[in-house]
């Protein structure tokens, strides 16, 4: 039966709410009781939602391998930076991904698509390696907001004014 999954009073309510609802409706009512799986976005727009995990997933595996390392001179002023690490993995690597997705549109003319797996690896990588995020967003912010082409001294020479006849 439907709610055979809840517990307690939530089965009673969803048993209430189906048999004054009747049959006919019963398959509609179903999917308001299914898993939050199943009304989880797959896209954020034009990333896969996986870049969030990824990006966390890479932060945690770098906070991990610097536990490790340096777990025999532990510098206690870093436990708030590995605390917060998978966050801040979620947003660089979303953040990171979503860059690296509009630097390849700004270098192409033709339509892209990049395969979901191309997205999770830049995730994971700019999760881990936040120095590289970093890099990325000072690359783009100068393909964007780069000021124009400098000209050479020579051709910002003016032409001399000719005097007018006298």
């Not at 709410?17 to 049959?23: H, P, Q, R, V």
């Not at 994971?124 to 967003?137: C, K, N, P, Q, S």
């Not at 000021?147 to 005097?163: A, C, D, L, N």
Request: glycine share 8%.
């Amino acid at each position: 039966m439907l709610g055979d999954h809840l517990v307690g009073p939530c089965r009673v309510v969803a048993n209430l709410l189906l048999e004054a609802i009747g049959t006919h409706q019963h398959l509609a009512m179903e999917s308001l009781f299914r898993s939050p799986r199943h009304a989880t976005p797959t896209n954020l727009g034009p990333l896969p939602v996986g870049v969030v995990w990824f990006g966390a997933t890479g932060a945690v595996v770098a906070s991990m391998r610097g536990i490790f390392y340096h777990n025999d001179k532990w510098d206690s002023s870093y436990n708030y930076w590995h605390i917060s690490r998978p966050f801040l993995g979620a947003v660089t690597g979303s953040v990171g991904a979503l860059l690296y997705l509009v630097s390849l549109h700004l270098g192409s003319s033709s339509p892209i698509t990049v395969n979901r797996a191309t997205f999770y690896a830049v995730a994971f990588v700019l999760g881990f390696a936040d120095i590289a995020f970093v890099e990325l967003l000072r690359n783009v912010t100068d393909v964007i907001i780069k000021p124009g082409q400098k000209t050479s001294p020579t051709s910002q020479q003016k032409t001399p004014v000719e005097k007018p006849p006298t």
